[in-house]
């Protein structure tokens, strides 16, 4: 399983919000550690809203989810956003691929 963080401020990659103090849990996506790139597809809103992907369980609790009309709602995982693998490794989402947090 990899554990999905939303930075609270995000700035798009221009600078790295502080991890783990900057980030909220968003989501958990039901992947190995060596597939972990695909967690960015999964918790994106591609062709629907990413937290209704199979193998996505969303935190609907998480302060990033709002409500808007009646339906809770977040953004996609974007650059600055970070996940965490099974195996402790923190990767930021970088513009393009992941960078290893701290490696």
Do not use: Q
């Not at 554990?3 to 798009?12: G, I």
């Not at 970070?82 to 490794?89: D, F, Q, R």
């Amino acid at each position: 399983m990899i554990r999905v963080y939303h930075a609270t401020n995000p700035t798009w990659g221009f600078t790295d919000p502080a991890w783990p103090d900057e980030y909220t849990e968003v989501a958990h996506v039901d992947l190995d550690d060596n597939n972990y790139a695909d967690a960015f597809r999964l918790t994106n809103s591609i062709e629907s809203y990413w937290w209704e992907n199979k193998g996505v369980t969303p935190l609907l609790d998480s302060p990033a989810f709002r409500e808007v009309d009646g339906m809770k709602g977040t953004r996609s995982t974007s650059v600055g956003d970070v996940i965490v693998l099974s195996s402790g490794k923190v990767m930021r989402c970088a513009s393009v691929g992941w960078t290893e947090v701290g490696g």
